[in-house]
């Protein structure tokens, strides 16, 4: 499908999935290496903007620190809150071990 | 007039103020022709007649009370990613199939407050990432205009069921043009707010820095009436601009001569279809006999970058937004393996092949060695794309394009090819980066198709773009304000 070297390999693919935690089987890591592959090689021109001295833009609205006065309002219910967790004990949500 | 439900929103206000007919009996209309065409639709993952009749209920009480406000009554499709407390809300995911919010979005809190009904939750694109509907765990919404064809997306289902009179109104949330797009597909009027005009208070996340939630309804009109109902400032959204809200339907029937408009040439391309060319050259005329002036010598270099920018910054968002879909606190969640065995076979089991595409894109965007080559180049190149779009507005009221390079395309048609479907946000993505307000409105039929114009305002300037829509569209002929279903 290609002929020169693709922007993602086979392993990048397979250390991001990982990360995301997406549990990827072997036929969508090798669709996904394509198909990544392909946008990414359409997202080349981007390299050639010149952006020294640009300062990145990470929202578009010019508000910083928006403070709230420190007052004491209602909030969720507990059992509201709880509601939909999948596994709930004494009003906390029961997770897995994380070590074992 | 034959039915209530092809009634626009302020059609419809007026006969209920009038007492020509009743909610209830406006409500009722709306949900028979629900029975009568979703089957063909599907524009609705969850419908809520039950809340609706208590809604129109409610809205009949008030007209009595003398307590009505120009929403109050008018039958909603409300995308299902607006949650809405004790009705299931899914994003159109997996993930979320079980979700009931135990709290309302801001948006949903003022529809109801202004006395409006609920018709159901609409079908979208899975966590709002898509152009075609498709990519929907419900399964796909069909343009009312010919059924083999996509409606657009993400908000299809919002636009869909505005065109097939399966409601009056629709609320959509547009992060690349998923409210503009469909509404261009399926001949509807839908309005991309400024960023931060309209609060993300209980909308599910997708792209933090682009979501917002905007109208879409059968004319400008009310599209204009609904934002002016559910745009207040919010303090629960620290990105809601606390700037005071100009009533927009004061704009509307104001005349448009001497408005100053840019074409910038980059979205007359290669690959635009010829009969969305014509429909757009007689609207520029259109715009030119009401005295707009009219200047074709513009161009937006950074406009063909604005795709790239787009689908790196949007999906590196998602893949921080998503992480919380862990299977631990709400959500699908898979049991009997270990913590982390759980939290990937809840993943790979919730998210759809598009979500995990969007979510591998922006981990590798932001991860270790790539951060500068793709995320913070894509901000650094955002900065130019704003700040071309704000040396334009020094000289420009508004900007006039097509809103898509094509008419709705047949279902099926891009499933394979990520790319191609992405192409189709092409002229919607710019503004969305930029944060501005842009409005899409119907412009004529191209091959039997509805085609869209986009008319991006500056910041803030939703009042312009609507008194430029407006006039627009009074200078058409009404024709063809439904799909012909």
Not at chain 2, 255 to 282: H, L, N, S
Not at chain 2, 371 to 376: G, I, V
Not at chain 2, 382 to 411: K, Q
Request: some cysteine.
């Amino acid at each position: 499908m290609y002929d020169r070297a693709m922007p993602i390999s086979r392993d990048q693919v397979v250390h991001v999935g990982r990360l995301a935690r997406l549990g990827l089987t072997d036929a969508e890591i090798d669709r996904l290496t394509l198909q990544l592959s392909d946008i990414l090689d359409h997202f080349e021109a981007l390299a050639a903007v010149d952006t020294d001295g640009i300062e990145p833009t990470a929202h578009p609205l010019p508000l910083h620190n928006v403070m709230r006065t420190d007052s004491v309002a209602p909030s969720l219910a507990r059992d509201d809150a709880l509601s939909n967790a999948p596994e709930v004990e004494d009003g906390l949500i029961r997770v897995r071990a994380v070590l074992e | 007039m034959s039915e209530l439900w092809e009634l626009t929103a302020h059609e419809a206000q007026d006969g209920l103020r009038a007492k020509e007919f009743s909610a209830v009996e406006l409500t009722e209309s709306v949900l028979a022709r629900v029975d009568a065409v979703e089957d063909r639709v599907n524009a609705y993952i969850t419908r809520t007649d039950e809340v609706a009749r208590e809604q129109a209920r409610e809205a009949d009480a008030r007209f009595a009370a003398g307590t009505a406000t120009p929403l109050t009554g008018i039958p909603f499709a409300v995308k299902d990613l607006i949650v809405t407390k004790g009705v299931r809300t899914t994003a159109g995911s997996h993930m979320l199939g079980d979700f009931v919010p135990p709290y309302d979005s801001h948006v949903y809190e003022q529809l109801k407050r202004a006395g409006a009904v609920m018709i159901g939750k609409a079908n979208m694109d899975e966590f709002a990432m898509g152009s075609s509907t498709e990519h929907s765990a419900y399964g796909a919404t069909r343009n009312p205009w010919d059924t083999d064809r996509v409606p657009g997306g993400s908000s299809g289902g919002s636009a869909a069921a505005v065109a097939a009179g399966e409601c009056i109104a629709s609320l959509g949330s547009d992060t690349g043009g998923s409210i503009r797009q469909p509404a261009a597909l399926c001949g509807v009027v839908g309005l991309d707010p400024t960023y931060g005009r309209v609060s993300r208070f209980g909308i599910i996340a997708f792209g933090s820095s682009l979501d917002q939630v905007g109208p879409i309804g059968r004319d400008v009109e009310d599209v204009a009436t609904i934002l002016d109902g559910i745009g207040s400032h919010d303090p629960r959204d620290s990105t809601s601009d606390p700037a005071p809200r100009p009533d927009m339907r004061h704009y509307l029937g104001r005349d448009v001569a001497g408005k100053k408009i840019g074409v910038p040439r980059e979205y007359f391309i290669e690959g635009m279809e010829d009969g969305v060319r014509t429909r757009i050259d007689e609207a520029l005329r259109r715009l030119e006999s009401l005295g707009c002036e009219i200047d074709t010598d513009l161009s937006l270099p950074m406009t063909e970058h604005a795709l790239a920018v787009y689908y790196l910054i949007a999906p590196s968002e998602a893949s921080s937004n998503l992480a919380r879909y862990d299977g631990v606190k709400y959500g699908l969640s898979e049991r009997g393996g270990s913590m982390w065995e759980n939290m990937e076979q809840t993943r790979e089991q919730g998210f759809g092949d598009e979500v995990k595409r969007r979510i591998m894109l922006g981990v590798y965007a932001l991860s270790a060695g790539y951060y500068d080559q793709f995320y913070l180049k894509a901000q650094k190149v955002r900065t130019l794309i704003t700040n071309e779009f704000r040396e334009a507005f020094t000289r420009y009221d508004a900007l006039v394009t097509p809103t898509t390079p094509g008419v709705a395309f047949p279902v099926g048609d891009k499933l394979d090819d990520p790319y191609a479907m992405y192409l189709n946000d092409i002229y919607t993505l710019p503004s969305a980066v930029a944060g501005l307000p842009a409005l899409s409105l119907p412009c004529g039929l191209s091959e039997g198709l509805p085609v869209g114009l986009q008319i991006i305002g500056d910041v803030g300037a939703e009042g312009t773009i609507l008194q430029i829509g407006h006039a627009f569209e009074g200078a058409l002929d009404e024709a063809n304000r439904l799909a012909p279903l």
